[in-house]
Structure formats: C-alpha cells, structure tokens
C-alpha cells in the first residue's frame, strides 16, 4: 500500500470518525440557535403567567381564587368541584396497566407489563416498567368561558364507573369522567382501553356546554406534559435518545427536537398528525390528527439530579372546536415500546420515530438488517451469538470488494521496487511532476489503479454507518445479555473507575478496549503492505496505527456494546480474511509476473492508434508545457 493509499485510508478514518461525532452531536448546535431565537418570546410568555398566577400564591387562596372564577363562569355546581379528593382507577389489558385519576380526568401512569427498568432487571425483579406516574405528567383542556378561563386539571371529575380495578376481558373497556355545569351541561372524557393493544382512545363530549363556553371560541387548548425518568442502564446515552417528534399530514417522514443538555422550543402553527414524546425505547403518542398552533418543548436535567429525571417534555397544542354544535374532540394514546415491527404495525409512520437514518442507511437497516435480524431471532437465543452471524454474512456478502481491496494492495506492494527506483531517478524536489508523470505511466502500463484499495472500502460505507445507527437504537438488544456484558443496548464495564475522565467516562469497556486493539492489528497488517516507508509516511502510519483506534476507544466508551462487539467482530474477521488471502489466494512473485506481462503487451501495441484516456491527455499536456517552458527559457537566454 503505498502513499495515496495510506492518505485515502487517513480520510476515510476522518469521515468515519467525523460522522459519528456529527451524528451524536448532530443537533445541539441547532437546538440552540433556535432556543435563542424563541427566548424572547418564552420570557414575555414567563412574565404573563407569573402576572397571571404568582408562584407564591398560597394553595388556599388559589383554590379560592379558582371557585369565584367558577362561580362567575360556571355556576355553583361546577365550582363544588374544585373540592374533593383523588380517586384512581386502574384498567389492565394484556399489554399495558393504566390508571386513571378523577382529578382533572386524566390518565395518572403508565405500565409496560412484559418490561422492566435496568434495577429491576438486574435484580431480577419482574415488577412492570412505569413510564410515569402520579405528579409526573399533566393533560388538561383550557376553557374560553364566557367570563374567565378554566382549566380542567383543577377539577375532580365524576366518575362513571363504580369498580377501581378492571381487566379487559372483551374487546375494549370504556372509562368516562364527567364533569357538570350544572344539571344538564357536562363535559365528558371517555377513555377506551382496548384487549391487545398500546393504544387508549379518548372522546371528548360537550353536552350543553354552548350556554357556558364563549360563542367566540373556535377552539380548546390542550396541554400534556411529561417527566421522564431514568429507566436504562447508561443516563447519558438515554437522555440523548429522548426528545420530541412530531408528523405533519400527508408526510411520510417525521421531524423531531433532540439534544442532550439545556432546553429547545419549536413553535409549529401548521397542523400536525401527532407529537410523540420519547424515551429512548419506549414512546407515548398523542394523536391529534390536526392540532394547531403547537408549541413543543423540553427541558433536560443534569445526571446529578436526585430524581435520576432525564427530560420534562411538554406540548401545548390547539384543536378546533365548535360549542354551538356540541361537537367532541378525538384524540388517541399510544404506549408503545420503540420496537420496528411493532411501531409499523400500528401504523401513521410511527416507526420513523426510531433514527436508522436517512436515504440508503436506512434502506440497509429497514430492508436488510431489522430482517435478518429477526429470522436469526427467531432459531438463536443468545443475541451475542446473533450479531455473530449477522457480522459472518455481512462479510461474506463484502468478499467480492475484499478480495478487490486487497488485490490491489497487493499489486502497489510488488510494484513497489519499480516506484522506489522512479523515485530515485528523480531525488530533486523541481522533478516531482516528473517523477509523479513516470508513476503514473507504471501503474497505467500494469493496469494498477492509484485507488483500487480504497474504492471498495468506501463502498463497505453505507453499511458500517448503517449499524452505527441501528445498534444503539434497536429494541432487539434491550437487556439481552452476552458474555460479560449485561445489556448490549448499553456500554459493558469490566472496570468501573473512582473518578470520570473527560471525553472517556468513568468505567472501562471490555469489548470497546478490544475493538480498539484489533483495529491496532489490522492496521499494521495493512501497513506490512508496503514495504519500506520514509519518514513521511511513518507519521501517517503512526496516525493510522494508533491515533484512531484511541480516538475510537474514548469515542466508543459509553456506546452500545452491541455496537462495539460488532467493530470488534468485524475487524478480527478482515484479520483472518487478510491473513489467509496472502497466505493461499496471492501468489506475490506470479503476481509480478503478471503485471509485468500487462506491461509487455502494453509496449508493444504502444503504437496502435487508440482513444487516449484523461490521464494520458492530461500527461500530453504537461509534456507540452514543460516543452514551452524550456523553449521560453532558452530565449530569455539568448
């Protein structure tokens, strides 16, 4: 391998490493531009709440502060709801165990019963994995009555049902709140909660209600608003995952809001489909299917904080409404884990919401990888050993492009007496056009391409950053287990250190440290290519050797280790493939020989008048220009 090939490896290196930084960091630099373009506006938003309801104001005068604005706007009936005491009720289907509040109607938290939390899973607990509970969430209407506003989390619905704990035995299970103006105008939320489903719907009833809310209004404010806690094993890689993404209609791509530290807000007047707000493998889904005038924002928390709390995610979103028509709103939950297949099947392109990534990446992981990853699945238990397989046909699907990279590897090594005696032939640095000239017209003689070996390692591209994206984000790896590592959706620990170290962490990844290791060996197996080197080309071999696989070793660190288990497979088998293409498949002296036969022939029909190439019409050039050079010189002379 010689000089341009060693450069074209260093900038292959460069944009691996280059778009695995962009791809961790890809958006919060974005997120805070456009923060900064939306805190004006949050702070004037700021000072009317606090102008509206100050913080400090005391429960009891709030709470009497709300029953004169509901007496004034609703009547007697309505404001002896904003005494009572919180009643819950809790409905399990096969999937999910949700439980409702009476106060302000609502759904009080969310249970996944076939998951559980890392703690919970590393001690072998099998209680069901809470997405959020209690105080940790919000969703309520604001009312444009016609004296004041109200806001419906104030109040304590009645509730329709008389059981607090239900099964779905049937199809579905309805569960209405409601919540009167007086003895004939209600407003009613009616929750369906289906057998075998993650999704709850919700009707939303205006019985009466014209008398009460203002003619004018032509539309309700919604709210929702969520606590997402720490859940998986990595707090860092699990708060970069979480962010917000929403669809607009008739798209079939999504958009989202991520970042791992600070605050972002998006302010989308248009109609959206739905916001999804999203832990890294579980989401909830609000389904609005036309809200206006969104207002989507999150907050994130540092990794110190006593509640382990990752995001507070809120959306405030408008739906169209008419109160002369007692007309209802539909909206729909969704409580799904971040699973490919079971995202799809559920419909609305929810499945975009996990980031295999765009354009051919995500047609390699959508229509290659997820597949074979399941029928593996399906006849292998042990995930380690999957990503085993998958690893051996992916590089039994590459050989064509090894054999041809490492061919012509081959070809640059065995010509390379030939370079080196052009080289000296031309030893003043004035002479590099020429010695690059007679280079150039070796390899064209032999049929060597300059870039053979680095071609078909671009080509391998598409899919190396294609598993760059599906590992940390595949469901399938979520607390399966392999060898030392007890989740290879996050990062193993061999060793875990007393202290953090920047830009590394503070624990020792076993199998990051040997895809660090095999990356060394690989790397000077290809520079025995060569041959010897000069002083030049020792300091890029030295960035090739050992720079990189260290940059990677802290890069790689805190990632999947499903991810750097698969590097690490796949740079030991291009080990053996090497080692075993040299020792049985290359024959280096035949190889010359035939080169040097190519050249021959090439000599010799030298004179058949042919179409010349680019190069060869480029070197025709620069001949003439150095022949008018010298003519120039010669008559400066005279």
């Given amino acids: 391998m010689d000089k341009n090939t060693s450069i074209g490896l260093l900038l292959i290196a460069a944009i691996l490493g280059g778009y695995m930084w962009w791809s961790a960091k890809n958006t919060e630099a974005y997120n805070k531009e456009r923060q900064r373009i939306y805190d004006s506006i949050g702070k004037i938003e700021q000072v009317h709440e606090e102008v509206r309801q100050p913080e400090t104001e005391p429960d009891s005068t709030k709470q009497r ?46 249970e996944f019963k076939d998951y559980q939390n890392y703690n919970d899973f590393k001690e072998n607990n099998k209680k069901p994995l809470k997405m959020f509970y209690g105080d940790e969430n919000n969703f309520s209407l604001k009312l444009f009555t016609n004296t004041q506003d109200i806001i419906t989390s104030d109040f304590y619905f009645e509730s329709r049902i008389h059981e607090h704990n239900l099964s779905v035995t049937s199809d579905s299970v309805k569960i209405p709140f409601r919540l009167y103006a007086d003895s004939v105008s209600y407003m009613e939320f009616v929750y369906t909660v289906y057998k075998d ?8 009833n205006f019985v009466g209600m014209d008398k009460h809310i203002d003619s004018r209004a032509t539309s309700v404010d919604v709210n929702w608003k969520l606590n997402f806690s720490q859940q998986e094993k990595g707090f860092s890689n699990e708060n970069t995952y979480t962010n917000i993404a929403y669809k607009y209609p008739g798209e079939t791509s999504i958009e989202d809001i991520s970042g791992s530290k600070g605050s972002a807000t998006e302010n989308i007047a248009t109609k959206l489909e739905w916001i999804n707000f999203k832990q890294h493998f579980f989401s909830a889904i609000i389904y609005t299917n036309g809200s206006v ?16 709390r990752l995001k507070t995610i809120e959306a405030n979103f408008q739906m169209e409404f008419n ?4 007309s209802n709103i539909l909206l729909g939950f ?69 054999w041809k990279s490492y061919l012509s590897s081959a070809k640059m090594k065995v010509l390379k007496p030939e370079v080196d005696k052009i080289g000296a032939k031309y030893p003043d640095s004035k002479d590099a056009m020429k010695k690059q000239q007679e280079t150039m017209a070796l390899y064209k003689k032999t049929g060597v391409s300059m870039f053979g070996g680095c071609l078909p390692m671009l080509l391998q591209f598409p899919i190396l950053f294609a598993l760059f994206r599906f590992f940390p984000s595949s469901f ?24 953090s170290i920047p830009f590394y962490g503070d624990h020792v990844s076993l199998f990051t440290l040997l895809m660090a290791v095999a990356m060394i060996v690989q790397s000077k197996i290809m520079m025995s290519q060569q041959g010897g080197v000069n002083a030049q080309m020792k300091q890029m071999n030295m960035m090739m050797v050992y720079v990189m696989p260290i940059f990677m070793l802290a890069f790689f660190n805190n990632y999947s280790s499903g991810l750097t288990y698969y590097y690490f497979l796949s740079n030991l088998i291009t080990i053996v493939q090497n080692l075993v293409i040299r020792k049985y498949f290359v024959d280096e002296k035949a190889l010359l020989k035939q080169l040097n036969e190519r050249a021959a022939k090439h000599g010799s029909s030298s004179n058949t008048k042919k179409k010349m190439s680019f190069t060869e019409r480029l070197m025709q050039k620069q001949r003439e220009l150095d022949r008018l050079q010298k003519q120039q010189a010669k008559n400066r002379k005279k």
Wanted: glycine share 8%; aromatic share 12%.
């Fill in 197 to 204: 489903k993650y999704n709850v719907g919700l009707n939303i």
């Fill in 65 to 110: 502060r709300l029953k004169n604005i509901a007496v004034e706007s609703l009547g007697e009936l309505m404001a002896s709801h904003l005494d009572g005491s919180e009643e819950l009720y809790t409905v399990e289907n096969e999937k999910l165990i949700i439980t409702f509040s009476n106060k302000g109607g609502r759904i009080w938290s969310v």
């Fill in 334 to 402: 969704y409580f799904l884990p971040n699973h490919f297949g079971t995202l799809h099947s559920y419909g609305h392109s929810f499945e975009k919401i996990i980031p295999l990534g765009g354009s051919i990446i995500g047609i390699i992981n959508r229509v290659i990888v997820i597949p074979v990853v399941n029928f593996l699945q399906n006849y292998i238990g042990s995930f380690g050993l999957v990503i085993l397989l998958l690893t051996l046909i992916i590089k039994i699907l590459l050989i064509p492009l090894t």
């Fill in 323 to 326: 109160s002369k028509k007692n």
């Fill in 476 to 499: 399938e790896l979520r607390q399966k287990n392999f060898l030392w590592a007890d989740d290879l959706s996050a990062y193993d620990s061999v060793f875990d250190l007393p202290f």
């Fill in 293 to 308: 005038n969104n207002k989507l924002n999150f907050v994130s928390y540092d990794e110190n904080n006593l509640e382990k």
